[in-house]
């Protein structure tokens, strides 16, 4: 079987993925194909071929977990590992700006035009898709999703214009511009929860993705459904033209499959998500230094608020041109609110691998592994997190509610690096935190309901 793999911002296709018949994989870059034409850092243009180590780890992350998926393979008795063939049924709606088609057939994707591309979602229909997504976790029976996108969390992509919804219409190939998150009925707060912490990272400083915090009535039900409403960076819209930019995750960029996003899962020393390897990323973007220090300001966040759940495919990177920059944060939740899953850190900061045991030691290790020359936490960071502390009781409480609040307190006051760097750590209510998971059984995983 051969595949044509596309990128939206280019005519022809800039390579070709064959799948044979033991479900390999070998991809190989078109004759012409020139830097710009990259579809990860992982991949540099070459004329060799790609062997199936390498493919496999790339595509493999193209493909999510969902109903879709589950219907293709029981329609076509395919094995989850044959990803190729999965390819071939669900290319034309992966992730982002690339689209891998059957060969000769065409691009999967295209720029739409609003509102000529897209049908309105009437408010009843909307409210359907929203009860739907919060009590049974997926899409009204009758719907299939138009544009798919990963993670576990309920979600729909579609496109805010004005106030009102809309969805590419069928067959239209054209980007949404928008992804409405609807919090599960066992977990109704997460997504408030998450616009609360998107928001107080705004606040101080960090570039995230614009969220907005929505509340849905059902009044079949009776049910207020919380949601969060952001705005895809991956999307440029110019006078009603909505074209897409092509990113990939850091699972992605470092040649690694899905299975090894957290670091704890790794085997081998160069097959690992670890901060000496975002530092040869760092390396290949267009403003290194910059990278390096966004990095190390996200991570540092997240260690605050207690988002232990920032895997490799939680960061991506923003192509611009043949080289890339970091994309904003985003998915950022207070895993350490909910004690069914571990709260190990997703990657060693030094050699910890909990927050209790991060100390200003463990950070400058990070900080030389990431590829800082001194491990300097510089004025602007300093301030940035002092900022943290100074708002974070008052701004969370606020926006997501006291619960929250303490929670984040209690995640501050368990880190040693904050007393380390003489930063004021708030003191909440009491809250109920677990210490590195005691002894409690846990999924092994992150959060169930994240991506």
């Known amino acids: 079987m051969k595949l044509d793999v596309w990128l939206e911002a280019f005519e022809a296709p ?43 780890a790339f595509f493999g992350n193209l493909l999510f977990e969902g109903r879709e998926l ?45 509102p000529d591309d897209y049908d309105l979602l009437t408010p009843e ?33 579609l496109v805010r214009h004005d106030g009102s919804y809309h969805l590419p219409k069928p067959g239209s190939r054209a980007p949404t511009t928008h992804i409405l998150k609807i919090s599960p009925r066992k977990s109704f707060e997460i997504t408030r929860h998450e616009a609360a912490l998107l928001s107080l990272a705004h606040e101080v400083g960090l ?38 930019i092509h990113t990939e995750d850091f699972c992605q960029a470092l040649g690694l499959p899905r299975q090894l996003k957290y670091e704890r899962d790794a085997k081998e020393e160069g097959r690992r998500f670890s901060m000496a390897a975002v530092s040869t990323l760092a390396d290949q973007t267009r403003t290194p230094g910059m990278f390096r220090l966004r990095v ?50 997703s990657f060693r900061i030094g050699e910890a691998m909990w927050s209790e045991d991060v100390d200003r030691a463990a950070i400058d290790a990070m900080m030389l592994a990431l590829g800082f020359k001194k491990p300097e936490i510089l004025r602007p960071t300093k ?33 040693p690096l904050w007393k380390d760097l003489d930063l004021p750590v708030p003191e909440g209510d009491y809250f109920p935190r677990l210490v590195r998971d005691e002894k409690r059984e846990l999924h092994p995983g992150g959060w169930p309901g994240l991506s």
Request: aromatic share 6%; glycine share 8%; hydrophobic share 40%.
């Open 70 to 114: 589950e219907r293709v393979m029981a329609a076509h008795g395919l094995d989850r590992d044959d990803i190729g063939a999965l390819l071939g049924h669900l290319g034309a709606d992966c992730p982002g700006a690339i689209s891998v088609t059957p060969d000769g057939t065409g691009p999967g994707k295209r720029p739409g035009i609003f």
């Open 125 to 157: 229909r909307l409210i359907e898709i929203v009860t739907s997504l919060h009590f049974h976790g997926s899409l009204p029976e009758d719907m299939k999703d138009p544009s798919p996108v990963a993670g576990v969390q309920p979600k729909l992509a």
């Open 14 to 56: 800039v390579g070709h993925l064959e799948r044979r018949d033991d479900k390999s994989l070998e991809f190989r870059y078109a004759r012409d194909a020139e830097p710009q034409h990259r579809i990860s850092m992982a991949m540099p243009v070459r004329e060799e071929p790609y062997s199936d180590a390498a493919a496999r």
């Open 383 to 415: 301030k940035m997190l002092e900022q943290i502390f100074i708002k974070a009781m008052g701004f969370l409480e606020q926006r997501g509610g006291k619960a929250l609040a303490d929670a984040v307190a209690a995640q501050m006051g368990a880190t």
């Open 207 to 244: 570039s995230v993705a614009d969220h907005e915090a929505i509340e849905f009535y059902d009044e079949e039900t009776g049910a207020h459904i919380n949601a969060i409403l952001s705005t895809r960076f991956d999307r440029e819209v110019d006078a009603g033209r909505i074209t897409r």
């Open 296 to 345: 190390l300001e996200q991570a540092l966040f997240n260690l605050a608020v207690g988002n232990t759940d920032n895997h490799a495919k939680n960061s991506s990177i923003l192509y611009r041109g043949a080289s890339g920059e970091l994309a904003p944060l985003y998915d950022v939740v207070p895993v350490i609110m909910d004690e069914r899953v571990t709260h190990q850190l």
